[in-house]
């Protein structure tokens, strides 16, 4: 009797425990932030569910995009689509039209997968360039998810396409 006591005791301290910390979970609000320079693209890829990718940084901040400009140089991603990414012999990136959709997630996932995988995925093309290839995939080239993300913060710095498709189209008014 006597032990069934003390079992139903500490079961309920530890309920209550657990209760206490997830309210102080709760409480902090959002998850610990992810250290990107640590997580390789492929990597945030696969364990991020989709839709949830998000840039950290914004293309207001002048020095993540001047960052980002060396970074699009020095892993040649002008050779395709120009130093200012206005397009070359491959897409624009800076113009309203995106070819799987415009948004901080699938961007990510294109570049770091490349058109094939993504394709494989379930994705099809849904904007048309002028040029119609395959993006190939720098996952393995990119050194860190925090390099991809300075990437972008420059190229959506330099967007010259209609304001409410920057990110993508702008859902479809209800
Ligand atoms: C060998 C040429 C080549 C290189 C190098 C290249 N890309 Fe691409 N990229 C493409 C092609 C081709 C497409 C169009 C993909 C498609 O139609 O499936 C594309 C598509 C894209 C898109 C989507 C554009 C849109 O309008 O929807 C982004 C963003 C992008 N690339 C970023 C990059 C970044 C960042 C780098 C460097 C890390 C890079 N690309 C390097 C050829 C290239």
């Known amino acids: 009797m006597r032990r069934v006591l003390v079992v139903s005791i500490v079961a309920i301290c530890s309920v209550l425990t657990a209760v206490g910390m997830l309210g102080k979970v709760l409480a902090a609000g959002t998850a610990p932030a992810?250290?990107?320079?640590?997580?390789?693209?492929?990597?945030?890829?696969?364990?991020?569910?989709?839709?949830?990718?998000?840039?950290?940084?914004?293309?207001?901040?002048?020095?993540?995009?001047?960052?980002?400009?060396?970074l699009f140089l020095s892993y040649g991603c002008n050779g395709c689509h120009g130093g200012g990414g206005g397009g070359g012999m491959c897409p624009p990136l800076i113009n309203d039209t995106w070819v799987y959709g415009g948004d901080d997630d699938t961007i990510f996932r294109l570049v770091t997968l490349g058109s094939d995988e993504l394709q494989k995925l379930g994705y099809t093309r849904i904007g048309r360039e002028n040029v119609v290839g395959p993006m190939p995939p720098f996952g393995a080239i990119i050194k860190s998810s925090d390099d991809l993300w300075k990437i972008f913060a420059f190229v959506r710095s330099r967007y010259n396409g209609d304001p409410a498709y920057k990110f993508g189209a702008p859902p479809d008014p209800q």
């Open 34 to 70: 992810i250290d990107y320079t640590k997580i390789l693209p492929p990597d945030l890829v696969k364990n991020t569910p989709k839709g949830k990718l998000a840039n950290p940084y914004k293309d207001s901040q002048a020095d993540i995009v001047a960052q980002g400009e060396h």
